[in-house]
């Protein structure tokens, strides 16, 4: 007994002699979680999930020790209602956050103005500060919660900081920076814009050299500066970058490469973009890096998602991207628009690149993160359920049974304000102004191509009804029609 104690007494002595970092990092209760939430990156944008134009090794590379999610999900079709649903675990309609900040109110208002026949409810611009975060709960379990990159769920009085984060860097209210090259300031749409705090660095210098700098660098930079820091604390950081939303702008030598590489043979079509993809790529390569550097990848969970489908729509005469072979893309309800690139990497059991096909949702990312930390859920109002029996290759009957939903009542583009069901392969979706129904089978048209509303009606009423109960338990806002509006 007395020799196991004393061999106990130097096991110790040694290990905090050599690394106490190292030491605390392996408590295993508590590993060091990291969500990568890329914007508007498209469901075959990697190389892992298809893509042929654009290229990502390091991506591919963590996909071969992930779990690769096929059918996961974005709760939103863009970006604020789905990052406010990965924030507090409920669905976008449940929150009334159903349209991205900028648009929220003031697109009502515009459209009364313009006379439109159908007028969009009004919703929130900002995340209330009464909701329960992901990173308070963790918080709660003395994790370092740190949130580096895009938040556009909020102003300023409704920042990372309000919703449980120790640390926040270059957070923004906006969805996009006005440039991707240092100092990220510039006018848009009239107004002046800037990327939060990345004007001076650490020492406290203002204007250091950082001539031609790029954001998705830099924010990895400073993700890797807080993992340096956060020493013996398990650590959340919320990794997002604002990457490949646009504009799309990109370093001149990766745009080179990829214009050489275009063949009319491709889906993409658009060399800047590819390249953005690149140097997402790149910087999860280096992030990886830093984490076996500092030996504690074995103790750190790696989510690399997106927050909406890719962007179908032309930048500067440019087709941004192809979400082959899913129909439509951001902001859309087909699976183009909310279908999103997910793999886990879970070292307590670490995936082969295997394909889960099970849906999960980015509501299922609080209650997920809440049971491996090992914090009792008590929130009775979320919707989002724990997928980490996935994650430890269980089967999940409960996640196989349940239906997803959606409700975008909003206009983007040729997207009209529709709300959506998924259950088991069958998928629903209802058009607010004229209540046309279009009901799809997944398994064998995953491109909603064939409308079997009139040729399947019980299972078209079945879902119908489904949706509408869902819809007024959430509280979901409808369309209305405008009083003022005259048919011209
Ligand atoms: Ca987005």
């Known amino acids: 007994m007395k020799n196991t104690i004393l061999n106990l007494l130097l096991v110790s002595i040694v290990l905090s002699s050599y690394s ?21 990156l498209g469901w075959s944008d990697l190389g892992c999930y298809g893509a042929d134009l654009n290229e990502t090794p390091n991506i591919d590379k963590l996909a071969e020790k992930s779990m690769v999610f096929t059918n996961s999900y974005a709760a939103g079709s863009v970006c604020s209602p789905t990052r406010a649903s990965i924030m507090t675990g409920k669905t976008p309609a449940k929150l009334n956050y159903t349209v991205w900040s900028e648009a929220a109110t003031g697109n009502a208002e515009e459209r009364r103005l313009r006379g439109s026949k159908y007028l969009e409810p ?7 500060l009464e ?43 906006r969805g996009a920076p006005p440039s991707f090259f240092y100092p990220y300031t510039g006018i848009v749409y009239d107004e002046f814009r800037f990327v939060g705090d990345l004007g001076m660095d650490a020492d406290g210098k203002y204007f250091t050299n950082r001539e031609g700098e790029y954001l998705t660098d830099r924010l990895t930079d400073e993700a890797m500066k807080m993992i340096e820091d956060a020493g013996s604390r398990p650590f959340f950081l919320n990794l997002s970058y604002y990457n490949v939303h646009v504009p799309i ?41 830093k984490l076996d550097e500092l030996g504690i990848s074995e103790n750190t969970i790696v989510v690399f998602t997106s927050d909406n489908g890719g962007v179908i729509q032309k930048y500067k005469d440019k087709v941004v991207t192809d979400n ?16 999103i690139p997910t793999m886990i990497f879970y070292p307590k059991n670490p995936g082969k690149g295997q394909q889960i096909d099970v849906p999960i949702s980015t509501i299922d990312y609080l209650p997920t993160v809440m049971e491996i930390a090992g914090i009792p859920n008590d929130l009775d109002n979320i919707e989002g359920e724990s997928f980490l029996p996935l994650l430890k290759g269980e089967e999940a009957k409960s996640l196989e049974n349940r239906a997803l939903y959606w409700h975008f009542p909003h206009y983007y583009y040729a997207v009209k304000p529709v709300s959506s069901i998924r259950d088991g392969n069958w998928k629903l979706l209802e058009y607010l102004e004229d209540g046309h129904i279009e009901l799809y089978n997944l398994a064998d048209d995953l491109e909603e191509k064939h409308n079997l509303a009139d040729t399947e009606p019980l299972k ?19 369309i209305r029609q405008n009083p003022n509006y005259k048919k011209q």
């Open 460 to 478: 078209t009423n079945e879902l119908l009804s489904k949706l509408r109960k869902w819809k007024t338990n959430v509280g979901a806002k409808g």
């Open 131 to 173: 909701e329960i975060s992901i990173a308070e709960k963790l918080k709660s379990k003395d994790y370092l919660t740190a949130h580096v990159g895009k938040w556009h769920i909020g102003d300023y009085m409704h920042f990372p900081n309000t919703q449980g984060f120790d640390v926040s860097v270059a957070s923004s209210q």
């Open 122 to 128: 009004l919703t929130l611009e900002n995340l209330p």
């Open 324 to 339: 082959f072979p899913l129909r439509e893309g951001k902001g859309s309800l087909y699976e183009g628009g909310i279908r």
């Open 249 to 289: 702008e990109a370093k001149a030598e990766d745009i080179t490469y990829f214009k050489n590489k275009l063949s009319s043979e491709y889906h993409h079509q658009n060399e800047t973009y590819a390249a953005m993809v690149k140097n997402v790529d790149d910087n999860v390569g280096r992030l990886l890096h």
């Open 20 to 40: 106490q970092t190292q030491v605390i990092a392996q408590n295993e209760s508590k590993p060091n979680i990291i969500f990568i939430v890329t914007d508007d």
